[in-house]
């Protein structure tokens, strides 16, 4: 992905979110012809002049300095996942030729030690994924929660949210759950744009899926740390869970997402109806969901 065009739309489109109203600036009579700010009102905010702003905009990030990266997040008040993502937009424009070829761990494997750590959480559901969001290894409990994505060979949650007709009826919030995809797989496109698995994942979609598409455009980024997901499951039912997702440190890129249910709910009750199912089916395969 060329990281020029990804900084020139993104700060476009945080420019364009942003009226003057929200920026703490006056509005005079007449009718404005851009959405949101002027590029003149943001190198006003951040504290630089029209014509560096504009440079930056057009996606030249090269010697942009840390104090104008703070200033152009104020100014555009950006949160604590689009800050992240316009400092690895930066990143990237400075980073020498050698740099920009390297690619991170692709993180295609669960270590043991990781997956003997997911088998010891019995009844709490967990699997590990990368970036891109393929599920690289889970817990039987995992595996039963969310047996609909298992159903493919080689799991991937984006794949399965836009591509997969069964995805609407699982994801009881799936119109939220898939802009939060597309937020994160642009996240880590700023983060990694040279990683041609991704690169592939993104075309992919994009060709395959129009809701997708449209979503991409928005350059919307987040982060991935704490939340819940209604899940409809096919055997189960209704699903309330909490989530917490934590990196995995020692391998760069992967992450375990553990979820659990309020104690006394339905849905810890329906928790350890699957719980208790997958260890009578061990060695059996698991449960398996209706298409």
């Known amino acids: 992905m060329d990281h020029r065009s990804e900084a020139r739309d993104f700060l476009t489109t945080r420019r364009a979110r942003l009226s003057p109203e929200q920026a703490g600036l006056p509005l005079y009579g007449g009718a404005r012809r851009v959405a949101g700010l002027r590029r003149e009102e943001v190198a ?6 029209v014509d560096y702003y504009t440079r930056l905009e057009r996606g030249n990030l090269s010697g942009v300095s840390e104090s104008v990266l703070q200033g152009l997040s104020r100014a555009l ?21 050698a740099a920009r070829r390297r690619r991170r761990p692709a993180g295609q494997h669960v270590r043991a030690g990781v997956q003997r750590i997911l088998d010891g959480m019995t009844m709490v ?21 969310f047996a609909p994505i298992f159903v493919a060979e080689r799991p991937n949650m984006a794949r399965f949210i836009f591509l997969d007709p069964a995805a609407r009826d699982f994801y009881v919030d799936w119109d939220g759950l898939a802009g939060d995809t597309v937020a994160l797989l642009r996240s880590e496109a700023g983060l990694d744009p040279y990683d041609r698995n991704l690169s592939d994942l993104i075309g ?61 709910s339905p849905s810890q009750d329906a928790l350890n109806l699957l719980a208790s199912w997958t260890v009578t089916t061990a060695g059996q395969g698991q449960p398996r969901a209706s298409r």
Do not use: C, I
């Open 44 to 49: 006003m905010l951040a504290g630089v002049s």
């Open 77 to 97: 008040q950006l949160d604590d996942a689009e800050r992240a993502h316009l400092h690895d937009l930066a990143r990237r424009a400075n980073a020498g030729p």
């Open 125 to 145: 559901p967990a699997y590990v994924r990368n970036g891109r969001l393929d599920v690289l290894g889970a817990n039987h409990l995992g595996r039963a929660v």
């Open 204 to 264: 992919e979609l994009s060709t395959r899926s129009e809701v997708f598409r449209s979503r991409w455009a928005a350059h919307n980024v987040r982060q991935h740390r704490t939340g819940t997901k209604r899940l409809h499951h096919p055997v189960v039912g209704e699903l309330l869970l909490a989530y917490e997702s934590m990196e995995l440190t020692a391998d760069p890129g992967l992450r375990l997402n553990a979820y659990s249910a309020e104690p006394g």
